[in-house]
């Protein structure tokens, strides 16, 4: 059974940065291809990126593209996504989750239980 375990969440301004981190463990992590989501209140939750771990390619939802960055550490089972330039709007409750290589929620199987960025303006 996969677990995933987000930190890294937080408070900041608007134009800052943070550095979430998604902890894997458990069944064959590196068969998936891992993603961050987020939902915000009131909202569904949408794709933000996800990368594989073999070859390390990525992809970018159009909104965070040239701010967000998805990266892996494969010798300690580990994605980040480093978050520049915050905008209010990027508040929300960020998912980590593996799955299959896709933007949309119903393929990936496992989730975190999410962490807290809140971007005031």
């Known amino acids: 059974q996969v677990q995933l375990v987000e930190s890294g969440g937080g408070l900041v301004q608007a134009g800052g940065s943070l550095r979430l981190s998604c902890a894997a463990s458990g069944g064959p992590v590196t068969s998936f291809t891992m993603a961050w989501f987020r939902q915000a209140p009131g909202k569904e939750r949408e794709f933000v990126a996800h990368?594989?771990?073999?070859?390390?390619?990525?992809y970018y939802a159009d909104s965070v593209k040239g701010r967000f960055t998805i990266s892996r550490d494969n010798a300690k089972n580990t994605v980040f996504l480093q978050m520049n330039s915050l905008k209010y709007e990027d508040t929300a409750v960020y998912y980590c989750?593996?799955?299959?290589?896709?933007?949309?929620?119903?393929?990936?199987?496992?989730w975190g239980q999410g962490t807290q960025v809140t971007v005031s303006s």
């Open positions: 990368i594989s771990w073999r070859g390390g390619s990525t």
């Open positions: 989750a593996a799955g299959l290589r896709s933007d949309l929620v119903n393929r990936y199987n496992y």
